[in-house]
């Protein structure tokens, strides 16, 4: 140290061996025969500070950190193959750490971002993201087959639109929400206590529906509904693993009386049985003929030309006892076939269309509710 810094407090530790680590603190009273120092001892000084955000803010943490050294290439979520910036930084580093250190190089609030490790036999990002753990360390999440100690170098991150502590109390819903053929796709944040009801609230808000209670939320698997939620039912029993869709009653299938609401799906046989595109709900009543709910189909997809509406095979489907497939003529009256809603439905036949499968899931804002 230089005449400059003489009033400069510093902490001096000795380097007595690296494997295992071990600096112990050093006592500046010491005398050096007291210390029982010895030719070629190595003496650590460093400038005392108590800042205690930087993760290297001692000496032995540095030792730590070298021992440990790794190079990690940080990769966007959305673009999995492009690295964004490569780090070194330390295997034994908490999850905090990790996202303090890439949060510093590329200017996000790091509270903001969220990890997802790489997938090695796939080589790709693993579906689900890091859960935030206190225990858990970078060479945990640096282990791309979780019974090997195979490890990797690449972390996917995202940055949220609120803190990662608040997501993670929370549930996030991603909702497909569909207007005669158009979709939306919403990403809600709901407390754990909340219901439908506010899944149907805040997706009012963002499609501009004035009455909330015609809104209705659907659970869909391959491209088939399964149940209607009740507004009342907790978010604590939804499987968030499965596709939530919702949509709006119509204001024909509220003036209907006796009415009766039917599965419409899109299929082909190829030869086997292949649902795609999105699932939606017809109110009929029990004289409507399949002529009679072409006509409803040219007000519903609006986006299908009639003329190719025209061509599509319309089949009554039974999966009770099948898949049975049943081919309909124009002059069925479809109330005939007691169609059930869930397993016994109406399949519209033809060849897959961009305009009624979404090809991707591009996401709205997260909606945070407090609570």
């Not at 940080?74 to 193959?81: I, Q, T, V």
């Not at 497909?176 to 206590?193: D, G, M, V």
């Not at 501009?208 to 869909?220: P, S, Y």
């Not at 029990?286 to 319309?314: C, M, Y």
């Amino acid at each position: 140290m230089n005449s400059e810094n003489v009033d400069v407090d510093i902490d001096i530790f000795e380097e007595m061996s690296t494997s295992p680590l071990n600096i112990p603190k050093m006592s500046p009273i010491q005398t050096i025969k007291g210390s029982e120092l010895r030719d070629g001892d190595i003496i650590v000084f460093q400038r005392v500070t108590s800042d205690d955000t930087c993760h290297l803010s001692t000496a032995p943490k540095y030792y730590e950190f070298l021992l440990n050294r790794t190079s990690v290439q940080f990769r966007a979520l959305e673009k999995p193959k492009e690295t964004v910036v490569s780090l070194e930084v330390s295997k034994e580093m908490s999850y905090d750490t990790v996202t303090s250190v890439l949060g510093k190089a590329i200017s996000v609030d790091p509270a903001k971002i969220r990890l997802t490790t790489h997938h090695g036999y796939f080589d790709q990002p693993k579906s689900t993201p890091v859960r935030r753990n206190d225990n858990m360390t970078l060479s945990d999440m640096l282990t791309s087959f979780p019974t090997s100690s195979q490890t990797c170098d690449i972390l996917y991150f995202e940055v949220l639109d609120v803190p990662l502590v608040e997501l993670e109390n929370k549930k996030e819903i991603r909702v497909t929400f569909r207007r005669n053929s158009a979709y939306r796709h919403h990403k809600i944040l709901l407390p754990t206590e909340s219901t439908i009801f506010d899944i149907a609230t805040q997706i009012a808000q963002l499609e501009n529906v004035k009455d909330v209670t015609r809104i209705r939320v659907l659970e869909v698997f391959s491209s088939r509904i399964f149940k209607v939620f009740e507004h009342s039912e907790k978010l604590g029993s939804m499987d968030l693993n499965i596709d939530i869709h919702a949509e709006e009653i119509s204001q024909d299938e509220i003036q209907l009386e006796n009415k009766i609401l039917i599965q419409v799906v899109h299929f082909t046989q190829t030869p086997t049985l292949h649902y795609f595109g999105i699932p939606f709900f017809v109110p009929i009543d029990k004289e409507t003929t399949v002529e009679e709910f072409r006509g409803k189909l040219d007000e519903i997809l609006t986006n299908v030309p009639p003329a190719e509406l025209d061509k599509w095979k319309i089949s009554a489907i039974s999966m009770t006892a099948g898949p049975k497939v049943k081919s309909l003529k124009e002059g069925d009256v479809l109330s005939k076939y007691e169609l059930s809603t869930f397993q016994e439905f109406l399949g519209l036949e033809h060849a897959d269309m961009p305009t009624l499968t979404p090809r991707s899931r591009r996401m709205e804002k997260a909606i945070s509710i407090k609570g």
